[in-house]
Every structure is written in structure tokens, then in C-alpha cells.
């Protein structure tokens, strides 16, 4: 039996901003609309070891990008957080639009 293995590039820092926001994001509207997200959903939905998923959360919120509740944990973006998706996915369409590589090697 033969294992398919994918390899995964290395993201960029603004790339991990992007999948960490993404994924807090899904977590709150498809969890029954309670405006919050779990850590582990927010791991395995944006595929982050746990150590690193925490240092980015840490810039995340030094940027107030997104809130963490200290007791329970849980995740949510801020306005400045979906402002910066915005504007993420717009440059990303404006890369893609002149037929260059979304993805930013480091």
C-alpha cells in the first residue's frame, strides 16, 4: 500500500496571520453562532503545532487582532482583525489577478 505524503511549504508570518484569523473566524460562525472560537478547532482547522499556534496568538494579540478570554480561552477576531483579512484576501486577488504566486517564499 502506498502513503501519499503532502508536502507543506513554509508560511509566512502574514500567512499564519491570515490562516489563524480564517480559522477563528469558521470556528465562530459555524459553531452555533456564539461569537467565540475554540483553540483546538482553530489548531487543526489552520494545521499549526500547538507551541506555535500559541506564539502566534500572543502577536495576534499584541496587534489587537483578536481578543482571548484569560479563564476560558476562547478566541474572537476583532474589527481590526477582519480588516486585516479584508485586505489580506485583496492582495492576494490582486497578485493572483497578474498571474504571480500567492505563495511568499522565505
Not at 507543506?8 to 456564539?34: N, P, S, V, W
Not at 467565540?36 to 499549526?48: D, G, M
Not at 506555535?52 to 496587534?63: V, W
Request: hydrophobic share 35%; aromatic share 8%; net charge positive.
Amino acid at each position: 500500500m502506498e502513503k501519499i505524503v503532502m508536502k507543506q511549504y513554509k508560511r509566512h508570518k502574514l500567512q499564519l496571520f491570515h490562516d489563524i484569523l480564517t480559522a477563528i473566524e469558521h470556528d465562530m460562525y459555524h459553531t452555533g453562532g456564539a461569537n467565540v472560537a475554540k483553540p483546538t478547532h482553530v489548531q487543526q482547522y489552520s494545521r499549526l503545532s500547538y507551541d506555535k499556534m500559541t506564539l502566534i496568538f500572543g502577536d495576534l494579540k499584541r496587534k489587537d487582532m483578536i481578543l482571548r478570554c484569560e479563564s476560558s480561552g476562547m478566541l474572537s477576531i476583532t474589527s481590526k482583525g477582519r480588516t486585516f483579512l479584508k485586505q489580506y484576501r485583496e492582495l492576494i486577488d490582486l497578485i493572483e489577478d497578474f498571474g504571480l504566486d500567492k505563495k511568499i517564499e522565505n
